[in-house]
């Protein structure tokens, strides 16, 4: 941990013109990234465009000294209480990287950010994606383990989840073979809660912030209300 000298690779590669940075550009940042030696703005949490919550980390400035801080070392506090990491180049500009909570919580579990690789079909771009199940196929309902949703991510959301009116939150797991990914999340977010269809929407996507990219997620009307576990 707070390794200067990939804090040095990050600063080489946030030089890189964005159109430039290809799946190598990539591979190196998410390799250098993890244990390089950065410095916590203040306020240390903000609140992103987005309404989420972020760790704010930034570039150290040259020559000035710092207290190490890298994304490794934030990791477990982000995870426990909800929040997402950006690192900053200048404190006044826009973050140089974001990361969301469903990343941080695939590089726990997995040792990546991109997310699951079984959640990742070849002929399907990555990022997560909402999918819907099509009337008359079979499928197969059951409570997701702790390693497909951490503990820590199931008290989370299931505090965002009463904040969106969820009294009592609850996940189901649906197993469909003939879907991409086969294994789907569902949370007991029901359109008929909300007045506006589009702010259904909206919250549907919102959840996606909280899960590893690829993750696959559907709505709750297909699986009987009693198939739910406990968030929270």
Same mark, same amino acid.
């Given at each position: 941990?707070?390794?200067?000298?990939?804090?040095?690779?990050?600063?080489?590669?946030?030089?890189?013109?964005?159109?430039?940075?290809?799946?190598?550009?990539?591979?190196?940042?998410?390799?250098?990234?993890?244990?390089?030696?950065?410095?916590?703005?203040?306020?240390?949490?903000?609140?992103?465009?987005?309404?989420?919550?972020?760790?704010?980390?930034?570039?150290?400035?040259?020559?000035?000294?710092?207290?190490?801080?890298?994304?490794?070392?934030? &990791?477990? /506090?982000?995870?426990?209480?909800?929040? !997402?990491? $950006?690192?900053?180049?200048? @404190? %006044?500009?826009? *973050?140089?990287?974001?990361?969301?909570?469903?990343?941080?919580?695939?590089?726990?579990?997995?040792?990546?950010?991109?997310?699951?690789?079984?959640?990742?079909?070849?002929?399907?771009?990555?990022?997560?994606?909402?999918?819907?199940?099509?009337?008359?196929?079979?499928?197969?309902?059951?409570?997701?383990?702790?390693?497909?949703?951490?503990?820590?991510?199931?008290?989370?959301?299931?505090?965002? &989840?009463? /904040?969106?009116?969820?009294?009592?939150? !609850?996940? $189901?797991?649906?197993?469909? @073979? %003939?879907?991409? *990914?086969?294994?789907?999340?569902?949370?007991?977010?029901?359109?008929?809660?909300?007045?506006?269809?589009?702010?259904?929407?909206?919250?549907?996507?919102?959840?996606?912030?909280?899960?590893?990219?690829?993750?696959?997620?559907?709505?709750?009307?297909?699986?009987?209300?009693?198939?739910?576990?406990?968030?929270?």
């Amino acid at each position: 941990m707070f390794d200067l000298n990939l804090t040095q690779k990050l600063a080489e590669l946030f030089a890189v013109a964005p159109p430039q940075r290809d799946a190598a550009w990539r591979q190196a940042f998410f390799a250098a990234v993890p244990e390089a030696s950065l410095r916590a703005l203040s306020p240390q949490v903000i609140q992103g465009p987005d309404g989420f919550p972020y760790f704010a980390l930034a570039m150290p400035k040259p020559g000035e000294p710092f207290e190490g801080f890298c994304v490794k070392h934030v &990791l477990d /506090a982000c995870l426990a209480q909800g929040f !997402g990491a $950006a690192i900053f180049g200048e @404190p %006044a500009a826009p *973050p140089w990287w974001v990361f969301s909570y469903g990343d941080l919580s695939s590089y726990k579990g997995y040792g990546r950010f991109e997310g699951d690789p079984s959640d990742a079909p070849a002929d399907l771009p990555p990022g997560p994606r909402v999918e819907t199940l099509k009337e008359g196929r079979k499928v197969y309902i059951g409570a997701p383990s702790e390693a497909f949703l951490p503990q820590a991510a199931r008290a989370v959301l299931a505090r965002y &989840l009463k /904040a969106l009116g969820v009294a009592s939150p !609850g996940v $189901a797991l649906m197993f469909d @073979p %003939a879907m991409k *990914p086969s294994q789907n999340l569902a949370f007991n977010l029901y359109r008929a809660q909300f007045p506006n269809p589009a702010d259904y929407d909206r919250a549907m996507q919102s959840l996606l912030w909280f899960l590893p990219r690829g993750r696959g997620l559907i709505g709750p009307e297909p699986i009987p209300a009693g198939q739910f576990a406990a968030l929270g």
